[in-house]
C-alpha cells in the first residue's frame, strides 16, 4: 500500500446480541490468513473483541466507573488513550494493509461525544470509513440482553428491570443519525439481524460480505458456535446468587463474574426463557415502530418500512420467573457453591419465589 492510500476502516459497532462474539473469534482465528489478503483485524484495541475503542471513546466520568475499566487495571485515562492510539497507528503502519476490520459491540450505543472523540482514533488510520451494524429485533433483543445483565450482576427481575429508559439503545434511526452525523463514515452498512435473510443463510458470510472484504467462509478456519441462552431456572438461580453477593457479601456489582458458573449451567436443562407477556411486549415495540419504519426506508430502501420480518419468539419461552426451592439444591451442587453459603441463599431463594407468587410479576 502506497502512502497515498492508507486503509479504509470497516467499524463493526454491534450490536450486542447480534453473535458479535462469534464473528470476533472468526476475525481472531484467522488474522494471519486475513492479513495475507490485505485485511487486519489489529491486536491493539483488543486481542478478541476490541473492548479498548469503547474504553478510549467514553468520557472520564463514564469510563471511571464501567465494568471493563475497573476490571482492567489501566492507568489514568489520558495515558491509556495515548498508548492505545500510539499502538494501533503503530500496527497499522507495519501492516500497510488495505483494509482494518474493528470490532466492538458496546459502540452500538455511543452518545455524540463519544463518538467524536472515537473518530480522533479513527481519523488517525486515515482512510474512509464503513460503519457496520447489526440491528436486532427489539423485543426479543430485551429478553436476551437481560439474560446478559444477570450474568454479570444484575438483581433485579425482567419485569422491573424493563422499566428502564432504552431509547439511547433501541431508538435505530437515532442511534444511526449519531454516528453519521459524529463520524461522518462514507457508509454505514445496515444488516436485520434474521437468519432468513443472511448471506447464504450464515451470519459470518453475510458479515464477510457487509464489510467489503471479499472473503468466502470456506476459505476460512471455522468457530465453534454456541448457543448462549439460559432457561428461566439458570437465569433466577443466578439472579439470586447475585443478590446474595451484593446483600451478604457486600459485594458491588462490578466485582460479580458468573463466568465459570454459567458454563455449568449451560449443559443442563433449565426450563424456558424467560420473557415477558405478549401485550407488554406489543407495547414495547410500539414506541418504536416509526423509528424502525425511517430505518427500512432510508437504509434498506425498502418502502414498505418494515425492519424486520421475523416474527418474535414465543416456542420455549415462559413469563413465570420463579425458582422453586426445592430445586435449589440441584443448582447449588450443580454450580458448587460453598456449603456454608447454602441456609442465606436458601432465604433468598424463598423470598424470592414468594415475591413472585404474590405480586404476579414474571
Do not use: C
Not at 53 to 58: I, M, N, P
Amino acid at each position: 500500500m502506497s502512502a497515498s492510500a492508507p486503509p479504509e476502516v470497516v467499524l463493526h459497532i454491534g450490536s450486542d446480541k447480534t453473535g458479535t462474539t462469534s464473528l470476533q473469534q472468526l476475525l481472531r482465528r484467522n488474522r494471519r490468513e486475513l492479513a495475507g489478503r490485505g485485511i487486519l483485524y489489529p491486536r491493539a484495541p483488543g486481542p478478541v473483541r476490541h473492548a479498548g475503542l469503547g474504553l478510549y471513546a467514553r468520557p472520564d466520568h463514564a469510563l471511571l466507573e464501567s465494568r471493563d475499566w475497573l476490571r482492567g487495571g489501566y492507568p489514568a485515562p489520558d495515558v491509556f488513550r495515548r498508548r492505545l492510539r500510539r499502538r494501533l497507528v503503530r500496527e497499522v503502519a507495519t501492516w500497510a494493509p488495505a483494509r482494518v476490520v474493528l470490532s466492538d459491540e458496546s459502540l452500538a450505543r455511543m452518545a455524540p461525544d463519544s463518538i467524536t472523540r472515537l473518530r480522533g482514533l479513527i481519523d488517525a488510520l486515515g482512510g474512509p470509513v464503513r460503519v457496520v451494524v447489526y440491528l436486532r429485533r427489539q423485543d426479543d433483543h430485551l429478553v436476551s440482553r437481560y439474560q446478559q445483565a444477570v450474568k454479570v450482576g444484575e438483581v433485579l427481575p425482567l419485569a422491573a428491570w424493563a422499566l428502564r429508559d432504552f431509547s439511547s439503545m433501541y431508538d435505530f434511526a437515532a442511534l444511526l443519525r449519531n454516528w453519521q452525523g459524529a463520524l461522518g463514515p462514507r457508509e454505514i452498512v445496515v444488516r436485520p439481524f434474521e437468519r432468513a435473510r443472511f448471506s447464504q443463510g450464515s451470519l459470518e458470510q453475510d458479515f464477510l460480505d457487509a464489510t467489503g472484504m471479499d472473503v468466502r467462509l470456506a476459505d476460512l478456519r471455522p468457530v465453534e458456535l454456541r448457543n448462549e441462552s439460559l432457561g428461566v431456572e439458570a437465569v433466577e438461580m443466578l439472579r439470586i446468587l447475585n443478590l446474595h453477593r451484593r446483600e451478604n457479601q457486600g459485594l458491588p456489582t462490578w466485582q460479580i463474574s458468573n463466568r465459570d458458573h454459567v458454563k455449568r449451567l449451560r449443559g443442563t436443562e433449565s426450563g424456558p426463557q424467560v420473557t415477558l407477556p405478549e401485550p407488554d411486549l406489543d407495547r414495547f415495540m410500539q414506541q418504536w415502530e416509526e423509528s424502525n419504519r425511517r430505518v427500512a426506508v432510508e437504509h434498506l430502501g425498502d418502502p414498505s418500512g418494515e425492519l424486520f420480518h421475523a416474527p418474535r419468539r414465543t416456542e420455549g419461552t415462559t413469563t413465570d420467573q420463579v425458582l422453586d426451592p426445592a430445586r435449589l439444591d440441584h443448582y447449588l451442587a450443580l454450580m458448587e457453591i460453598p456449603e456454608q453459603q447454602h441456609g442465606a441463599i436458601r432465604r433468598i431463594a424463598e423470598r424470592e419465589a414468594a415475591r413472585g407468587q404474590t405480586d404476579g410479576s414474571p
